[in-house]
């Protein structure tokens, strides 16, 4: 109906334009992947330096969110995309904001550090928590892949995959009761414990949202609500008889 | 430069859309509300059933922050916005996600209505949760009535009391550590309540965000980052020496 529907070069425009902003995008994936990791890293070995990176960095992050959305309105208000394009712009301005979600989380987990670094180490965590963090990493490397690959099969793969970091969570809720129990001096250090966990908890669940967006992107339709909801602490109260 | 800025019925059409989105906003915006305050009633009377409604309510948040982002990214694609006007739609879009994630902890909330039903009750905390659940609500009806008005001062307001939310935050977080620490069964219920009381603080965040984007709107600025941050969780570690 427009112009530029008929008009190869202005379409062309339109895919170079969708580029550059997955191009930011996949830029702003690969730093909160990193975040991720470096995040758990520094919790692990008590590295306040590098705790201070992943808070700098994530301004990075944010600048990137803030770069796709630009560009993404501008895109929108330049090149009236018909109604698939425009799925694939929203699903974009989506995935940047679960990015830039998870890279506030990582955030706030490294700033634990300074905190953890006063308490009583609670045996096993440090180690329960590199490998939470990490599963959920290639989570979102998966999740990405999936988009830039239109791979809906490795996208609910990944959505699947978010069940084991909800079953990490719920066995990491469980032995912070018990620590607690046992011991009153361990209460603080886990209740700071408790609270990263419950934050790569989330990101998962952000990683799982992205995996969706490509289901959607690819499918046309979002996956029915029947994912496995595995953190059960808010339903079973689990410890109590612990 | 193109036909639409010269054309005023093609103008018109672009506030009246505007104006559709900015009532779904409101509408989203007062079921938010209604959603916090829910939550913390359910909570508060154990009331499982209103905990429910809070549940099934949730789902036309989300249904609404859908139709809020569709129906901008057809209003940047249709009406070529100016850079004004471009700053708007992305603001109504960034405030329709913030308000999305604010219902999402009131349902978080609510759910955990079961499992505190189950605990030995902690005396004095339904209260101060309720009351830290109606600061918050009170502050997005009137960051709300600052976007409406394009009140910045207004803004500023709910900016400044985010600290006030913080603080009752960090007085809960020490009670449970000291409730805890005198009796290992209160420790269940105590890290529960932890989770109800970190979310609302979160919600907090979430309304301070909007207010923010409100004054970017009027002012053409986000503010500085000068806000005084006060949960100090993070570092100060209270209750170590409780």
Redesign the interface.
């Known amino acids: 109906m427009t112009e530029s529907m008929h008009d190869p070069h202005i379409v062309k425009s339109y895919d170079q334009d969708l580029e550059a902003i997955q191009a930011l995008i996949m830029k702003m994936g690969g730093l909160v992947e990193v975040a991720i990791l470096e995040a758990a890293t520094s919790l692990e070995n008590r590295d306040e330096e590098l705790a201070e990176r992943v808070r700098a960095n994530d301004k990075a992050i944010d600048a990137l969110e803030e770069k796709v959305?630009?560009e993404a309105?501008?895109l929108?208000?330049?090149?009236?995309?018909s109604a698939g394009d425009?799925r694939t712009?929203?699903t974009v301005?989506k995935i940047s904001?679960n990015l830039e979600r998870i890279g506030d989380y990582s955030k706030?987990m490294a700033?634990?550090t300074?905190?953890l670094l006063?308490?009583t180490p609670i045996d096993g965590s440090s180690g329960a928590i590199r490998r939470m963090a990490k599963a959920v990493e290639k989570m979102l490397k998966d999740a990405l892949d999936a988009y830039i690959q239109r791979d809906a099969e490795l996208a609910q793969d990944v959505r699947m995959r978010d069940l084991e970091v909800d079953q990490m969570y719920n066995a990491l809720?469980r032995t912070?009761?018990t620590y607690?129990?046992e011991d009153?001096r361990n209460?603080?250090g886990c209740?700071?414990l408790?609270?990263i966990a419950?934050n790569i908890e989330r990101m998962g669940d952000h990683v799982t949202s992205i995996a969706e967006q490509v289901i959607y992107l690819v499918t046309g339709q979002l996956p029915e609500d029947d994912r496995p909801k595995a953190d059960r602490?808010?339903?079973?109260?689990p410890?109590?008889d612990a």
């Open positions: 959305n630009e309105a501008r929108l208000a330049r090149r009236q995309p425009l712009v929203l301005m904001a706030n700033k634990r300074g905190v006063q308490m809720f912070f009761l607690m129990m009153p209460i603080t209740m700071h408790h609270f419950k602490t808010a339903i079973d109260a410890g109590v």
